[in-house]
T-cell receptor
């Protein structure tokens, strides 16, 4: 069974440009999460989808970030326009809804560098 | 206040020895779960072990065990018989079931280097 995949693995862009990150969750997982780790900081939650609906977007830093999950399968996270402080590693995770012990399985991350 | 604290930024361990990675947490939620993840140099985050706040016994998964001390709010990861492949970053994370939905809160991580 394929794990969570993310594309691209690395992205280097200039300030002001747009970048779109993609996440393909494990097949059958209704829950999809985005997290990010900026340099020197902890991994922080961004948002949570249940199928195509945004369940919790309390971690989204500002309106330059737009996440979508059309059809409840893969998700995209767009940053427009990118700023220097957006540099970091963006992780996607997915899970089945198993109640108590819901284990989130993470992808390898996308390393974003904004110059 | 930090919700998850990992006080050891980095540590060395001799191959075949055991190592304990510290994790303390702060929550007023009566129902929570604690997770440990491993991140090798390749970047992916690998789930290792889970401990629920109501679990009576410490969780174990192969060479990984969790030393759960609820009154002290600590959930230390013990890796027995360290192997070279255990060299990685290790993250402790918490899910607060009532207060915070499904999201995980992470600590800053501990980098482990296993010496041959």
């Amino acid at each position: 069974e394929a794990g969570v995949t993310q594309f691209p693995s690395h992205s280097v862009i200039e300030k002001g440009q747009t970048v779109t990150l993609r996440c393909d969750p494990i097949s059958g997982h209704d829950n999809l999460y985005w997290y990010r780790r900026v340099m020197g900081k902890e991994i922080k939650f961004l948002l949570h989808f249940v199928k195509e609906s945004k369940q919790d977007e309390s971690g989204m830093p500002n309106n330059r970030f737009l996440a979508e999950r059309t059809g409840g399968t893969y998700s995209t996270l767009k940053v427009q326009p990118a700023e220097l402080e957006d540099s970091g590693v963006y992780f996607c995770a997915s899970s089945q809804d198993l109640g108590g012990q819901e284990t989130q399985y993470f992808g390898p991350g996308t390393r974003l560098l904004v110059l | 206040a930090q919700k998850i604290t990992q006080t050891q930024p980095g540590m060395f361990v001799q191959e075949k020895e055991a190592v304990t990675l510290d994790c303390t947490y702060d929550t007023s939620d009566p129902s929570y779960g604690l997770f440990w993840y491993k991140q090798p140099s390749s970047g992916e985050m690998i789930f290792l072990i889970y401990q629920g706040s109501y679990d009576q016994q410490n969780a174990t998964e192969g060479r990984y065990s969790l030393n759960f001390q609820k009154a002290r709010k600590s959930a230390n990861l013990v890796i027995s018989a360290s192997q070279l492949g255990d060299s990685a970053m290790y993250f402790c994370a918490m899910r607060e079931y009532q207060a915070a939905g499904n999201k995980l809160t992470f600590g800053g991580g501990t980098r482990v280097l296993v010496k041959p």
